[in-house]
């Protein structure tokens, strides 16, 4: 379980430093100035933002798991949509609908934890999700990088959409057997 949760919270800051070695190839592919592409970094955090605001209120009325899964879906699919932009105008859509998608998913997580982990154990796997949300900046340019090398920026994000699709099965996997039993331990009190 904290494998998955760690490797869902590096989705957000993960993906808003993964293109930014392609920021001058991206420029050149749209027809604008390595400025006009920064814009999609604002744009980014500002979405993710209210995509924690508005997903903590849906995490409480739907339920935390289909926030989530909502969330890696939403950022899959506009992830799709940026790989494919061919204007600065579809990139900064694309990155503002992907970052509600990652906030979504950001403010599922801890959530998620306080439901279902307690004391020690809880602290641990904050503890490991801070230390995940630190390296993920760090190494995500040299993974934009290392894709640059493989081919086209679109590529990069192709990638990121993959990863979350990747991320669904897991935490189903994760989420599930461990809903059953904290429904059980409820059970038993």
Same mark, same amino acid.
């Given at each position: 379980?904290?494998?998955?949760?760690?490797?869902?919270?590096?989705?957000?800051?993960?993906?808003?430093?993964?293109?930014?070695?392609?920021?001058?190839?991206?420029?050149?592919?749209?027809?604008?100035?390595?400025?006009?592409?920064?814009?999609?970094?604002?744009?980014?955090?500002?979405?993710?933002?209210?995509?924690?605001?508005?997903?903590?209120?849906?995490?409480?009325?739907?339920?935390?798991?289909?926030?989530?899964?909502?969330?890696?879906?939403?950022?899959?699919?506009?992830?799709?949509?940026?790989?494919?932009?061919?204007?600065?105008? !579809? @990139?900064?859509?694309?990155?503002?609908?992907?970052?509600?998608? $990652?906030?979504?998913? *950001?403010?599922? /997580? +801890?959530? %998620? &934890?306080?439901?279902?982990?307690?004391?020690?154990?809880?602290?641990?796997?904050?503890?490991?999700?801070?230390?995940?949300?630190?390296?993920?900046?760090?190494?995500?340019?040299?993974?934009?990088?290392?894709?640059? !090398? @493989?081919?086209?920026?679109?590529?990069?994000?192709?990638?990121? $959409?993959?990863?979350? *699709?990747?991320? /669904? +099965?897991? %935490? &189903?996997?994760?989420?599930?057997?461990?809903?059953?039993?904290?429904?059980?331990?409820?059970?038993?009190?």
């Amino acid at each position: 379980m904290v494998l998955s949760l760690a490797l869902t919270m590096m989705l957000g800051p993960f993906s808003m430093d993964t293109y930014l070695p392609a920021f001058p190839v991206i420029g050149e592919s749209l027809g604008v100035s390595q400025q006009a592409v920064s814009l999609s970094v604002s744009v980014y955090i500002f979405a993710m933002a209210l995509g924690q605001l508005i997903g903590g209120a849906l995490s409480d009325r739907f339920g935390r798991q289909r926030v989530l899964m909502s969330g890696l879906v939403i950022f899959a699919l506009s992830s799709i949509v940026i790989g494919m932009a061919d204007s600065l105008n !579809t @990139l900064l859509g694309g990155r503002a609908v992907q970052a509600i998608g $990652a906030g979504l998913t *950001l403010v599922s /997580v +801890p959530a %998620l &934890v306080r439901d279902r982990v307690a004391g020690r154990d809880a602290a641990k796997l904050f503890s490991m999700m801070g230390f995940i949300m630190v390296l993920a900046p760090g190494i995500a340019p040299s993974v934009g990088s290392a894709i640059l !090398t @493989l081919g086209s920026w679109h590529y990069i994000f192709f990638a990121l $959409a993959a990863y979350a *699709l990747l991320l /669904v +099965p897991l %935490l &189903v996997r994760v989420l599930l057997p461990a809903r059953v039993r904290c429904r059980e331990r409820k059970a038993l009190k």
